[in-house]
C-alpha cells in the first residue's frame, strides 16, 4: 500500500512480458497511431505528464497518463514525483526493474521513468478561439530535435500555441519528446494542419503572420528597435514603425512597414533544408531575418525560432 492507501503493483522483472513488449512497440509510429498513446521518458518529461493529468483531473477532464513505470532507485531520487503519484487521481504506478525499464524504453541510458500518455494535441478552431497573443507555426521541420527545441522556446515566451503543418515531424517521436523536456505538456498543440488557408485562418484570428526568412528584407533588429521607441514615446505619431520594403517584396514587403512585434503575432518557421516557400512567404504579413553579425552562413531553425519568439514575447509584455 501507499502513504495513501492505494494498493501498489507488485514489481515488473520480466523483460518479455506482453506489457513491456506493448510500451516499447509506442516507439514506433504506427503503434502511436493506432493507440493514439505515445511514451514521455525521464524525469522531468514524466514529471510535467503526471502534473498536468492531475490538473485536468481535478477539472474533471480525462487525465493524460495511462501508467507510469519506474525503478525503485528513481522514486528515491526524486520524491516529488513520487509525492505526485501517490495523489489521489494519479495514474497507476508500476514499479519495475532497471532491465525492465531499459527494454521498455527508446533511450541507450534511460533515466529511470517512462510513462505512456494519450494524445495531448487539440483542434486548430479551439486555439484560434482562445485568442492567442504568440503562435509558433512549424511549416515541415522535419527533425525531431529541432521542433522540440520550437516548442520548448515557444513554451519559455509564454506563446499560446504551436501548430504543426502535416509534413512536419511527428512530435510524439520519442526524439521530439524528450527534446521538448517536458513543454510537451504545457502548451496547446496542434498537428497535420493543411498549409492551404493556414495563413488565412490565422490573419482572421487577429495574427499578424510574420515568416522567419535569412533572406527577408525585414531585420527583426529594426522591428525591436521601433517596438522599443513606440514604448519609450519616442516613436511616429500614428504608432506604427518598422522596416520599409525592397525591391521584388511586393505585398509582403510593403505591408512590413507597418509591422508591430508588440501585436498579437504569429511566426513561421521553415524546413531546415529549404526554408519557408516563396509562396508561403507571399502570403505573410512580413518577411523577418534574423541578423548575423558574424560569418555563420545561417542559423539553426531552432535557434532563430528562439530569438524571433523572444523578440514578440518581450514586445508584447
Not at 509534413?167 to 496542434?190: E, I, Q
Not at 517596438?227 to 519616442?234: H, K, L, M, Q, V
Not at 520599409?244 to 514587403?253: F, V, W
Not at 531546415?272 to 531553425?301: H, K, M, W
Request: proline content about 4%; overall charge negative.
Amino acid at each position: 500500500m501507499t502513504v495513501n492507501g492505494r494498493p501498489q503493483a507488485p514489481l515488473m522483472t520480466n523483460t518479455q512480458a506482453d506489457r513491456v513488449k506493448e510500451v516499447a512497440r509506442l516507439a514506433g509510429r504506427p503503434s502511436r497511431l493506432r493507440r493514439r498513446e505515445f511514451l514521455a521518458e525521464g524525469p522531468q518529461a514524466v514529471r510535467e505528464a503526471v502534473r498536468l493529468h492531475l490538473d485536468r483531473q481535478d477539472a474533471g477532464s480525462e487525465g493524460v497518463v495511462v501508467d507510469v513505470y519506474a525503478t525503485a532507485e528513481a522514486l528515491e531520487r526524486h520524491t516529488d514525483i513520487a509525492a505526485l503519484l501517490d495523489r489521489d487521481g494519479a495514474p497507476v504506478l508500476r514499479r519495475v526493474t532497471s532491465d525492465v525499464l531499459a527494454a521498455m524504453s527508446s533511450t541507450v541510458t534511460p533515466q529511470g521513468f517512462v510513462a505512456v500518455c494519450r494524445f495531448v494535441d487539440v483542434p486548430l478552431e479551439d486555439v484560434l478561439a482562445a485568442g492567442p497573443r504568440l503562435v509558433a507555426v512549424l511549416v515541415e521541420v522535419r527533425d525531431p530535435g529541432n521542433a522540440g527545441t520550437i516548442i520548448r522556446a515557444a513554451d519559455s515566451a509564454g506563446a499560446g500555441a504551436v501548430i504543426l503543418t502535416g509534413a512536419s515531424v511527428d512530435p510524439y517521436n520519442p526524439k521530439t519528446v524528450r527534446s521538448t523536456v517536458g513543454s510537451l505538456f504545457h502548451l496547446p498543440l496542434v498537428i497535420g494542419v493543411e498549409l492551404d488557408g493556414l495563413i488565412d485562418r490565422l490573419r482572421e484570428a487577429g495574427l499578424t503572420v510574420l515568416a522567419a526568412d535569412g533572406y527577408g528584407s525585414t531585420n527583426l533588429d529594426d522591428l525591436q528597435d521601433a517596438s522599443a521607441a513606440r514604448r519609450f514615446g519616442s516613436g511616429d505619431d500614428d504608432g506604427r514603425e518598422g522596416s520599409g520594403s525592397g525591391p521584388g517584396e511586393g505585398a509582403a514587403g510593403l505591408a512590413a512597414r507597418t509591422v508591430r512585434l508588440e501585436d498579437a503575432g504569429a511566426w513561421l518557421f521553415g524546413n531546415e533544408a529549404q526554408g519557408l516557400s516563396a509562396e508561403v512567404t507571399a502570403g505573410a504579413d512580413a518577411r523577418v531575418a534574423v541578423p548575423i553579425y558574424g560569418s555563420a552562413e545561417s542559423l539553426n531553425v531552432g535557434t532563430a525560432a528562439t530569438v524571433c519568439l523572444y523578440a514578440s514575447a518581450r514586445a508584447q509584455r
